[in-house]
């Protein structure tokens, strides 16, 4: 009896003090990080993602080359070692890294990367559009040399190439063995499944509370040094919760901070913000071909109705500044001469009345997406203003993949306005912004905006590589959408993360806002 009492009160000592001492150091191998919401539609090819998906694909799957973590606007290797330009820019080789494997154990070659080019194009959804305007053919040159036949020259084809949408490199053979006649690339299969090239793999998913990501133990990058070999990808939809794992370490990293917790999380001892610079430009999409917004008084008033220095100063905590026009200030040909909207109701009032609207008179709706706070906030303060004017809002928030079918549908079954931000994911104005959020029936234009001119002023872009002419494409292009009053211009943003004080290696590239590369974090 004595003796079961002893092994009763070992056993228990090692309840209370092995396991908690094995789960330390289990911990120290293991990163819990929170996002807003479920990654959604994983295939790299068929998908319109936010930060969630990003960071799958970020962290599972693998690109050519991206941008350097010291100098954004340069491009460095992944998957590919070296690159060489022929015939002005309209002809790239790719020479690329030997002895990768594929999370199934086949073999990374010349072979893969025509097949991931091959099927993102045939599949021409969401990132296609870039890709189709500049590929004309992808040539197997040897077993690790790939040709690039451009359809025009393009100086920047590798800058391309480290988009965050699209040019992933997938396993041939495992998306080929789930191909059907009736889903040639597998895009069904692909939702949900992951074979790429990168440091982590997908063990278990559960919908809308977790995905494990544990490490690919053939990654070519090894995994000596200090390295989190496991991520626990929580759901946390809200900003409160998101907060509080962080303060009270259940949470080690997470995204879309609140900017309202921000001086909050700021003192806390055991947490460190991150306020990144990015390319982020916070728009609301105004559905040019749903009346009454199909005339441009009326969205032209509603851009006066917009609260912009409240909106910067209390949403925003000053962590943006209003924007000016369609693209960013850091951005490539961006016209800091365009007009800038200001808040001024009783402009707003005039061109109402000017469009047949003198006393309002109508109902419009707005999208936010679920879990970002400050997105419901910037709602509520243009609902206010527009309720002066006559006009009722209402607002209504859902997450990103229901926001992206809602955003799909034939104009005019599409909601009145929705909130969201375009980011450039490399300095290229007219491909990463100019086109795909203003051009007739892209997939980004949720303005559902079409104007021929602009289609053909665009259009001389391709026609020249004088960068003065490039200028004054870009600088007429903006003026013509903030003339036209596509969309309301918020503001340039900053996205901050935050994580646990003993979190080290994070670092954010403000091309790719919102995520982070894990493998190159770890525990001190």
Known sequence: MKLCKAVWLVALLVMCFGVMSFVGVAQENVINVGFRGDPGNLDPAAT????????????????????????????????????KVFEDGKVWVFYLRQGVLFHDGTPFNAEAVKYSFDRLIGIAKGPASWFLDVIDEVIVEGEYVVKFNLKRPYSIFPNLLSAIDGPYIVSPTAFKAHATSDDPWATEWTRENMVGTGPYVITEWVHEQYVILEAFVDYWGGWEGKHFTKINFKIVREPSSRKLGLLIGTLDYTEDIAFTDIPSLVVAKDVNVHANSTTQHW???????????????????????????????????????????????????????????????????????????????????????TGLGFQQQIA??????????GISLEIRSYPWPTLVEMNSLDPQERPYMTIRYNAPDFNDPFSQTLKPIYFCDDPWNWSAYCNPYYEDVYARAATTTDPDELKAIAYELQEIVVGDAVNIFIAEGTQVAATRKDIKGYYAISFYPGFAYIYDMYRE
């Open 283 to 369: 728009i609301v999409h105004m559905n040019n071909q749903r009346a009454p917004l199909d005339n441009p008084k009326v969205r032209q008033a509603i851009s006066y109705a917009f609260p912009y220095t409240d909106t910067i100063q209390y949403i925003f905590q000053g962590y943006a500044r209003q924007a000016q026009g369609g693209l960013g200030r850091g951005l490539l040909y961006h016209n800091d001469g365009v007009v800038m909207y200001e808040t001024d109701l009783e402009k707003a009032a005039e061109l109402l009345a000017e469009a047949g609207h003198p006393e309002g008179g109508f109902t419009l709706d707005i999208l936010t997406i």
């Open 380 to 389: 509520e303060a243009l609902q206010s203003n527009l309720a002066q004017l």
């Open 48 to 83: 319109m993602p936010t930060n969630n998906t990003w960071f799958m694909f970020y962290n599972v799957y693998e690109r050519l080359c991206r941008a350097d973590k010291e100098d954004p606007n340069k491009v460095v290797g992944i998957l590919a070692t070296d690159w």
